[in-house]
Structure formats: C-alpha cells, structure tokens
C-alpha cells in the first residue's frame, strides 16, 4: 500500500507536540490516534493534499466517522486533533485557513465525575496502622486529598519536592508546568511518619513514595491500594485517585466558592474545565443568592 500523501506534515506536527510542547505520551499516542483515522477517511474521499481540504469534507468526515460507529465525546476528540492539527499548520504557513473551524462538535452528555463527601473521607482516611506499608498508603492519600493531585503527579514526587515547614509540595503536572502547593497538616503529620519509616524499604531513587522493592511506586500500584482501603474501611463506592481529586475540588468549591483559586490548585489551564467540579446542590446556590443578593435580601420584620 502506498503512503498517504496527508502523511508527511501528520507527521512534521506530531514531532512538534513531543519535541516543543513536550506532551505527555499518552496524550501523543491520542493526537496519532485520531489524526491517523482522519487520513483514512480523507484517503477514502480521495483528497491530495491538506490544502485541499474544506469544511465540507470536514463535515464528511464527522459524518463517516458518526456512521462508523464513533461516539459524540470520541468525534468531538478527533475534530478538536484535526483543529490542532491545521491550526499549526497556518502557523507553519502552509494553509491560509482553517476549514474544520467551522464545523460544529457533536456535544456529548456530560458526565460529572463522582465524589465521596466528607464523612466517608474521613473514614477511609482513618487508618493507624503500625505496618509501614499502611503508613506509606495514608500518607498518599492524605496527599491527594489533601492538594488535590492528580495520579502522575502523586507518584512522581521526590523528597526533595517537599517543604514540610512550610506545608508545600512542588508537582510537576500537565505539560511539564510546575506549581507549588499546600498540603494541610495531616498530610505533613503522616508524610512525617512515612518518611521515619522509608529507610526501611532501601531506597534505590529519590521518590517520596516507593513500593516494597525499594523503588518510585508505580500507577498501577497506587490504584490497587486505593480500591483496597476503600473496601477495608467499608466505603459504599469504589475508591480511585481521580475520585480523591474531584472530591477535593468539590469540598474545596462548597466551603469557599472560588473557583479560580480552585483551578489554580487543580493546575487547569482553563477554568472551563474546573467547572465540570461544580455541582453544588441548588440549596446551596440560592443560600447564597439569598446571603448575597441585594434584591434578594429580606427586610426584618
């Protein structure tokens, strides 16, 4: 089979996204992904050349893509690769426009993720435990929940990343952007008690958190303590990194209602996406409308 001529400047574009955006490889193997799919469907409609294009072979793409059995959120992922893709190549001077701008997403049903409130956190968190390994799993979960980490960001702390003084830890999270962020004073107390208990496991690297063999704990490793201790301390739903995340975020919403702080500790780059962690209960909504208000406040009797 010969190569599509589409090929080549896929990727030029993909050697950019890991050479000088420095992307995640998971989110490069998503971007060769959807661009790889959408030379297919171009292939098949007979386009020459990116040039070519316009937003009704665009449209046709979103279409075969529909017929072929992708889902709105997974379409919507593909049209937003394909619109990276031609954006850069305006930028590279190779087109004047770009012809899948115009074309509507499909919008997707949006599915909040869940949390757990705070009495069941407190809960999970309530392990005393002499074995060191129990030590090291509410230390990390004591962390997560205490700045809101995302998984990768968690595993790949190193003691020299913290500040317990001080209370901060220094993350390394999406695109290599680092933030420094307060932990909260359980999550220094039980680091503290992991961090006499370390030595114990020989360390072969500097990672805060390793597994048994000595070495940074793995992702996966993570995981499975989590779901663990969730059913260990008699939680109703399963417990993973992400939901220790979101429930931060909600706790963190309800009690202050800045969500701009919130998205500054959550390390969004747009605070569109920190909303998705904004489901407060309309109670609590027209409490504050009624607190705040000045339309709204009642006069005294």
């Known amino acids: 089979m010969n190569a599509s001529p589409l090929q080549p400047a896929v990727e030029g574009f993909l050697r950019y996204l890991k050479v ?6 998971l989110t490069q193997i ?5 661009l790889s799919a959408c030379i297919i469907l171009l292939d098949e409609m007979k386009l020459a050349a ?9 449209r046709a793409l979103a279409a075969r893509s ?6 709105p959120a997974s379409l919507a992922l593909r049209l937003s690769a394909l619109r ?4 850069w190549q305006i930028s590279q001077g190779k087109l004047k426009a770009n012809p899948a701008k115009g074309v509507a997403t499909p919008r997707a049903s949006r599915h909040l993720p869940k949390n757990i409130d705070v009495d069941e956190v407190n809960r999970l968190l309530d392990i005393d435990l002499n074995d060191p390994l129990a030590v090291r799993d509410r230390a990390m979960l004591e962390v997560m929940y205490g700045a809101g980490l995302r998984l990768s960001e968690l595993v790949g702390i190193d003691i020299s990343h913290l500040d317990l003084a001080s209370g901060e830890v220094w993350v390394s999270g999406k695109g290599s952007k680092e933030r420094r ?4 004073r359980m999550a220094v107390e039980w680091t503290e008690r992991w961090l006499a208990l370390r030595e114990l496991f020989a360390p072969s690297d500097n990672a805060l958190f390793l597994s048994k063999q000595g070495k940074r704990i793995s992702t996966r490793n993570v995981q499975k303590r989590f779901a663990e201790w969730g059913v260990k301390q008699g939680l109703s739903s399963h417990i993973h990194p992400h939901k220790l995340r979101h429930s931060f975020a909600t706790h963190m919403l309800e009690s202050s209602g800045d969500l701009r702080a919130v998205q ?3 390390g969004h780059a747009n605070l569109t996406t920190t909303q998705i962690y904004t489901h407060l209960d309309f109670q609590h909504l027209a409490s504050v409308y009624d607190a705040a208000h000045p ?4 006069g005294k009797t």
């Open 20 to 25: 000088e955006r420095q992307l995640s490889p």
């Open 30 to 34: 998503s971007y060769e992904r959807q």
């Open 50 to 58: 990116w040039e070519k294009l316009d937003a009704a072979q665009v």
């Open 66 to 71: 529909r017929r072929g059995g992708l889902k």
């Open 84 to 87: 990276s893709f031609l954006d």
């Open 181 to 184: 962020l307060p932990i909260g």
């Open 264 to 266: 500054e500790l959550l």
């Open 295 to 298: 339309r709204a406040k009642r």
